[in-house]
């Protein structure tokens, strides 16, 4: 068992210095370690030496970002993205000024497959056992933090089924099913499906991935924007306040 969870804690650490050098998507960290998307999300803020990596750009990209929003119909949301906004508070906010956000269902089914992962287990909680440097570490997590997570989980399939549009992934022009299958095996089914909705001219992704961002661009064309922009565009036009906007901005980065 110990030579197992030893060789589990390498391969994490590799996949960690992979995802520290912005070699990989959130996604890509997700399949490499084999766990949901959203557990991933969630290690990352708890973890202040990962984080999640929404930007690398200056000021001179938040305006690029905010002035293809300009051109943008409908925003396409990412599930990084989605729990950002929904963990913000400003969900309802960004639906009011800029419309139902359009969304894969493979992201809401990877909400739907967490909850589900959790709620054998709320009443009884786990252990974890894991390693850090030489030593095995273990890690009781309680039923109270499962049932929160739950909660949490509950709350953001209801503001899904509220405020945003799914959308059909039609567009397969210049990729093979080979090829979207591979994509699949490499950044995930809801990420690749976020992409492939949000080719059309008058859709614009919101990502705080960035490598994925990057990745949206080059390979695709798709122009993005990120919590952090659009926050600063709604500032722009006064939907927030500057106390607003600097509380938000300060929440965002910590996460």
Not at 50 to 77: C, H, M, P, Y
Not at 226 to 238: E, I, P, R, V
Request: charged fraction near 30%.
């Amino acid at each position: 068992i110990e030579k197992q969870i030893a060789s589990q804690h390498q391969q994490t650490k590799q996949v960690e210095d992979l995802y520290k050098k912005k070699q990989i998507t959130i996604g890509a960290f997700a399949n490499l370690i084999g766990k949901n998307l959203i557990e991933v999300w969630g290690g990352m803020v708890a973890d202040n030496t990962l984080g999640v990596n929404f930007s690398r750009g200056d000021i001179q990209e938040r305006i690029q970002a905010v002035s293809e929003l300009k051109n943008a119909k409908t925003l396409v949301v990412d599930p990084i993205a989605l729990l950002s906004i929904h963990s913000l508070k400003i969900g309802d906010c960004i639906v009011e000024n800029y419309g139902k956000l359009g969304i894969s269902q493979s992201t809401i089914d990877l909400i739907i497959e967490q909850k589900s992962t959790l709620e054998p287990i709320k009443n009884k909680g786990f252990l974890s056992i894991g390693k850090k440097d030489e030593h095995l570490t273990r890690l009781k997590v309680r039923p109270e933090s499962i049932k929160k997570n739950i909660k949490y989980l509950e709350g953001l399939i209801l503001w899904t089924k509220k405020n945003c549009t799914i959308l059909p992934v039609e567009e397969l022009e210049g990729l093979s099913r080979d090829q979207k299958e591979d994509w699949e095996q490499i950044i995930g089914t809801s990420s690749l499906d976020t992409l492939l909705i949000s080719r059309k001219n008058d859709r614009i992704l919101l990502s705080d991935d960035e490598r994925l961002r990057t990745l949206a661009r080059n390979d695709y064309k798709i122009s993005s924007i990120w919590t952090q922009a659009l926050l600063m565009d709604a500032l722009g036009k006064s939907h927030i306040s500057q106390d607003q906007y600097d509380e938000l901005v300060l929440k965002y980065v910590t996460l």
